[in-house]
């Protein structure tokens, strides 16, 4: 990948390779369910704020890292400063870190796409069938190793391409489908609209630290910042495109996509169980729960829930060949052998990494709770909550006084005027490094039950 530096052939090229892989499991199993966790309106509206400029700032700030420097994260950072070359390193154990645990989501989402196929829609209905399901050790383990096994196989043969074709036409057909799905729960069930109203009014008495915390996470892992990716999207992409458009049209498609997720998810929850808290509280499931009872009161609902469940696992492919790639590339960088050899090292290890996230949930293995949290959420929160945070502070600290926001600055204004210029400075150096910070502080303190917030 980063041997001949390809780049995307126009501006469209760019903007919907970057937003394939930021649209993934992220906004459609993530979102929702940290929404519905952390106070729903209250949550979107953080999330929201966040994501204008916080978001913004520090994914114009990688894109343009990139297409500066044209070297992926490691090399791009080394080449302008070696004192910060480990900012660059630590980008790169992100992925490493998430796509295991992603395949291992990505492998729910496959058994959920063969059940709706297979005449199983009635039983996965029934509210402890996920539960259940997760618990059994084989299972999971079989469905999670024949989603990576397809990543490598793609990856291994090199037919991204296809897969992005593909997918560039189920897309739009997911949010039309998601769409429907929307107006259908809203219009159907009772208590369906008070979820509408949790999921859009901002309440401000569930505002805590927390909300900020997991928004800001999210924000990282959906727009795919912070772990080097958008670093090496830069790097590809052509001086007359403009990285501040480019930015906002991924920014509205990733958000949108997740919003629409939310409200398709929260406002059922709230449905079934009657604005039930722990119901809404329940997290990582929430997904799996929810969708097959709202399929099951559809007419038909068991084809279109297959069909929506092969829609999510394009989705999840795509992100997740894209962090495989990235894996590839890094690993390639740095040792020299070939691309087959490396494709596979990568997949032993990811399996072996991503199996107690897997098996965390079986009876044999649910006792080991690093900071109570099962081994899934674990690593989630070692990613999102203090890895990238990590990095996002020093990306901060270097570009704001360091190389200094006018030397960027100028890389955006090589293909046009950049508007935001004066926002993308004070965010830089001031606002996110202090609002990271923070966030880091709180949530390390939090997860070692120092502070509960
Ligand atoms: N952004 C992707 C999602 O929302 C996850 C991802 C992270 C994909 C990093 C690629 C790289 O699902």
Same mark, same amino acid.
């Given at each position: 990948m980063s041997n001949e530096r390809s780049s995307?052939?126009?501006?469209?090229?760019?903007?919907?390779?970057?937003?394939?892989?930021?649209?993934?499991?992220?906004?459609?199993?993530?979102?929702?369910?940290?929404?519905?966790?952390y106070g729903g309106g209250m949550f979107l509206l953080v999330y929201v704020i966040l994501s204008v400029t916080f978001g913004f700032s520090l994914m114009v700030a990688e894109i343009a890292l990139g297409r500066k420097t044209q070297q992926s994260p490691i090399g791009a950072f080394r080449s302008l400063d070696k004192r910060f070359s480990f900012v660059g390193l630590l980008a790169s154990l992100v992925p490493v870190i998430i796509l295991p645990y992603y395949s291992v989501i990505g492998g729910w989402v496959?058994? $959920?796409?063969?059940?709706?196929?297979?005449?199983?829609?009635?039983?996965?209905?029934? =509210?402890?069938?996920?539960?259940? $399901?997760?618990?059994?050790? %084989?299972?999971?383990?079989?469905?999670?190793?024949?989603?990576?096994?397809?990543?490598?196989?793609?990856?291994?043969f090199g037919v991204q391409k296809g897969i992005e074709k593909v997918s560039k036409v189920m897309m739009p057909a997911l949010v039309v489908l998601m769409l429907f799905i929307v107006i259908y729960?809203?219009?159907?069930?009772? %208590?369906?609209w008070d979820g509408v109203l949790? $999921?859009?009014?901002?309440?401000?008495?569930?505002?805590?630290?927390?909300?900020?915390?997991?928004a800001m996470g999210q924000l990282f892992y =959906?727009?795919?910042l912070a772990m080097g990716i958008m670093i090496t999207f830069g790097s590809y992409m052509k001086k007359d495109i403009s990285i501040e458009k480019s930015?906002?049209?991924?920014?509205?498609?990733?958000t949108g996509i997740a919003f629409l997720a939310g409200l398709m998810i929260v406002p059922a929850v709230y449905a079934f169980s009657g604005g039930d808290a722990s119901a809404l509280k329940q997290g990582p499931g929430l997904m799996?729960?929810?969708?097959?009872?709202?399929?099951?009161?559809?007419?038909?609902?068991?084809?279109?829930?297959?069909?929506?469940?092969?829609?999510?696992?394009?989705?999840?492919?795509?992100?997740?060949?894209?962090l495989m790639e990235t894996i590839v590339s890094t690993v390639m960088d740095k040792v020299k052998i070939g691309r087959k050899t490396c494709c596979l090292i990568v997949l032993g290890f990811s399996f072996l990494l991503g199996l107690p996230s897997s098996l965390g949930f079986s009876q044999a293995w649910s006792w080991v709770r690093p900071l109570g949290?099962?081994?899934?959420?674990?690593?989630?929160?070692?990613?999102?909550?203090?890895?990238?945070?990590?990095?996002?502070?020093?990306?901060?600290?270097?570009?704001?006084?360091?190389?200094?926001?006018?030397?960027?600055?100028?890389e955006l204004e090589v293909s046009g005027p950049f508007r935001a210029k004066g926002l993308f400075s004070v965010m830089i150096r001031y606002v996110a490094p202090l609002c990271v910070l923070l966030i880091l502080v709180s949530s390390v303190l939090n997860a070692f039950g120092v502070i509960v917030i």
């Amino acid at each position: 990948m980063s041997n001949e530096r390809s780049s995307f052939t126009g501006k469209i090229g760019f903007v919907l390779a970057a937003a394939g892989s930021a649209v993934g499991l992220g906004n459609i199993w993530r979102f929702p369910y940290l929404a519905a966790r952390y106070g729903g309106g209250m949550f979107l509206l953080v999330y929201v704020i966040l994501s204008v400029t916080f978001g913004f700032s520090l994914m114009v700030a990688e894109i343009a890292l990139g297409r500066k420097t044209q070297q992926s994260p490691i090399g791009a950072f080394r080449s302008l400063d070696k004192r910060f070359s480990f900012v660059g390193l630590l980008a790169s154990l992100v992925p490493v870190i998430i796509l295991p645990y992603y395949s291992v989501i990505g492998g729910w989402v496959l058994k $959920y796409f063969v059940g709706f196929m297979t005449g199983e829609a009635g039983s996965m209905a029934e =509210s402890t069938y996920f539960n259940d $399901y997760i618990a059994g050790a %084989g299972q999971p383990l079989l469905w999670f190793a024949v989603f990576i096994g397809i990543t490598a196989l793609i990856v291994l043969f090199g037919v991204q391409k296809g897969i992005e074709k593909v997918s560039k036409v189920m897309m739009p057909a997911l949010v039309v489908l998601m769409l429907f799905i929307v107006i259908y729960t809203i219009a159907t069930m009772d %208590g369906a609209w008070d979820g509408v109203l949790y $999921y859009i009014t901002p309440d401000f008495s569930h505002f805590s630290i927390m909300t900020v915390v997991a928004a800001m996470g999210q924000l990282f892992y =959906s727009m795919s910042l912070a772990m080097g990716i958008m670093i090496t999207f830069g790097s590809y992409m052509k001086k007359d495109i403009s990285i501040e458009k480019s930015t906002h049209q991924i920014e509205i498609f990733d958000t949108g996509i997740a919003f629409l997720a939310g409200l398709m998810i929260v406002p059922a929850v709230y449905a079934f169980s009657g604005g039930d808290a722990s119901a809404l509280k329940q997290g990582p499931g929430l997904m799996f729960v929810t969708l097959p009872k709202i399929f099951e009161t559809i007419p038909g609902g068991t084809v279109l829930g297959a069909v929506f469940f092969f829609m999510v696992l394009l989705a999840a492919l795509t992100s997740g060949i894209s962090l495989m790639e990235t894996i590839v590339s890094t690993v390639m960088d740095k040792v020299k052998i070939g691309r087959k050899t490396c494709c596979l090292i990568v997949l032993g290890f990811s399996f072996l990494l991503g199996l107690p996230s897997s098996l965390g949930f079986s009876q044999a293995w649910s006792w080991v709770r690093p900071l109570g949290m099962n081994m899934l959420d674990f690593f989630d929160f070692v990613s999102n909550n203090l890895i990238m945070p990590v990095v996002a502070f020093f990306t901060c600290l270097f570009i704001g006084y360091f190389l200094k926001p006018k030397t960027l600055i100028e890389e955006l204004e090589v293909s046009g005027p950049f508007r935001a210029k004066g926002l993308f400075s004070v965010m830089i150096r001031y606002v996110a490094p202090l609002c990271v910070l923070l966030i880091l502080v709180s949530s390390v303190l939090n997860a070692f039950g120092v502070i509960v917030i």
